[in-house]
């Protein structure tokens, strides 16, 4: 497992060609689509933008490859027809999805870069890749008129494109956004959506706020001997802990300073990929007994990655995921159930703890305990009861985020599970996916690899010299 040194290329330049609006093939309802707390929640963040890469023959014309998509991607609003719509308020001000056939914007585009040295790269990360994708940053849609979706197709030079997808975060979770390509993919092949959408959002809605006050609490972790680390859950007032003493001035202080070194970060930014492959996962859960892959590599890049930093060994460090709940609300939602439904969850130990020679063993365990939260029905509903006591449930971001960035997080996006690989137009699978750009300093984007079964992706950005670090903590001893 190695970072891979990037070739030199030409300097890139993207033009872009054409830019239309695709509408669902033929009218749908008119209407005002209730966004839940879940949805909102997302109203300030990023969007969602991930790239994909096809190699494309001779005998495929990148026009007539386009009009394909284009001609598809009419068809599949139909279904999907909430990513036509434009975000809107209604009479109360709460935001909704105004369902009004608006439209998707179609960008086509052309780059002088051949696909073939892109793809001799192993599609290393590039600066021009977030070129690739419209970045719109989601507060400049609040005026309500900017399309919910954006598909940028980018002619490489020799034959090749890369399809670029930005959405707006308040419409849908990797799940739904992932489930929307799939559909899209088999349109275009002609044949029928394998997995209609479900588009029911009113099962989050709230009549009433919850009579017993929520609150996004930390409690300490005692399980299986492993102490010294938090969990941060929604809790009920009535049931919340006695109060636990508040941090020093000083200790703030020497929290506050070690912060501002790990973010005085010194030299370039660079991103880099890192395969964990079935054999280096599976020495890896025998090591720790992790019950699944996703514990197992998560605890070993979450110690590496700190290590990588060199956090001071008394700083707080936080891991920060993101757990579909369809399954596990009452009544279970459908896989197809179209919208967000994620539940936050943040655990909080000390560098200390995971620099230790149980450091992995003891980051499993945390993870571990913490996906047991994120996976609890109760806590699922206490966070939408937390967001609903709120004037907004974008609000909710402030304080979460607020936690997140009092100490040094790794964020877990995107998930091994997603179907990425199986988005074929009808010219085959693509080569390679991608997040177009990652914020987040040390966090972990996951994707399954593309020809190496039931291994995992991860991708990660950090100064140069820290992802030196980090591509030599991350090889797995062998046995």
């Not at 690989?421 to 009808?426: A, C, N, P, Q, T």
């Not at 994707?447 to 991860?458: I, L, N, P, Q, W």
Request: proline share 6%; aromatic share 10%.
């Amino acid at each position: 497992m190695f970072a891979i040194t990037p070739m030199a290329l030409p300097e890139a330049r993207v033009s872009v060609s054409k830019i239309s609006t695709v509408v669902p093939a033929e009218p749908t309802a008119t209407h005002r689509m209730f966004l839940s707390n879940l949805d909102l929640l997302w109203l300030p963040v990023n969007n969602v933008q991930r790239l994909r890469f096809y190699k494309i023959s001779w005998e495929n014309e990148f026009s007539s490859v386009v009009e394909r998509l284009k001609e598809s991607l009419s068809l599949v609003l139909v279904y999907f027809y909430p990513l036509a719509g434009r975000l809107d308020k209604g009479e109360s001000g709460r935001e909704e999805i105004n369902c009004n056939d608006g439209g998707v914007e179609f960008i086509e585009a052309s780059i002088n870069i051949p696909f073939d040295e892109v793809e001799k790269d192993k599609f290393q990360h590039k600066a021009f890749f977030e070129s690739l994708v419209r970045m719109a940053h989601p507060l400049h849609q609040q005026n309500y008129d900017t399309p919910l979706l954006s598909i940028q197709v980018t002619d490489f030079e020799g034959g090749g494109m890369c399809i670029g997808t930005t959405l707006h975060h308040v419409v849908a979770d990797g799940n739904s956004f992932w489930h929307f390509m799939k559909s899209w993919a088999e349109c275009c092949r002609g044949v029928p959506v394998s997995k209609l959408p479900e588009h029911r959002r009113t099962v989050f809605k709230r009549e009433n706020k919850s009579p017993i006050p929520i609150s996004f609490k930390a409690e300490e972790m005692v399980h299986d001997c492993i102490a010294g680390a938090k969990i941060f859950k929604f809790i009920p007032e009535e049931l919340q802990p006695e109060k636990r003493e508040e941090i020093s001035a000083e200790d703030a202080e020497k929290h506050e300073e070690n912060l501002r070194k790990w973010v005085d970060h010194k030299g370039e930014l660079v991103y880099s990929t890192f395969c964990f492959t079935e054999q280096m996962t599976r020495q890896l859960k025998q090591r720790i007994g992790a019950s699944t892959s996703f514990v197992a590599v998560s605890a070993q890049f979450w110690r590496c990655v700190i290590k990588a930093q060199e956090v001071p060994e008394e700083e707080p460090v936080k891991f920060v995921m993101f757990a579909d709940c369809r399954s596990r609300v009452k009544p279970p939602l459908p896989p197809s159930y179209f919208g967000n439904c994620l539940y936050i969850g943040m655990a909080q130990t000390t560098a200390k703890e995971l620099f230790g020679e149980e450091g992995l063993w003891f980051a499993a365990g945390v993870i571990q305990e913490l996906v047991n939260s994120c996976t609890a029905e109760s806590q699922i509903n206490n966070m939408v009861d937390w967001l609903e006591s709120m004037e907004s449930a974008a609000n909710g971001l402030v304080p979460l985020v607020s936690e997140f960035t009092k100490h040094i997080a790794t964020n877990v996006v995107s998930s091994p599970r997603f179907p990425v690989y199986d988005i074929d137009y009808g010219w085959g699978r693509p080569l390679n996916v991608q997040a177009a750009s990652m914020n987040e300093i040390g966090g972990m984007v996951l994707f399954s690899a593309r020809d190496v079964e039931r291994s995992t992706v991860v991708s990660t950005r950090l100064p140069r010299s820290q992802m030196d670090a980090l591509a030599r903590l991350l090889l797995v001893p062998e046995d």
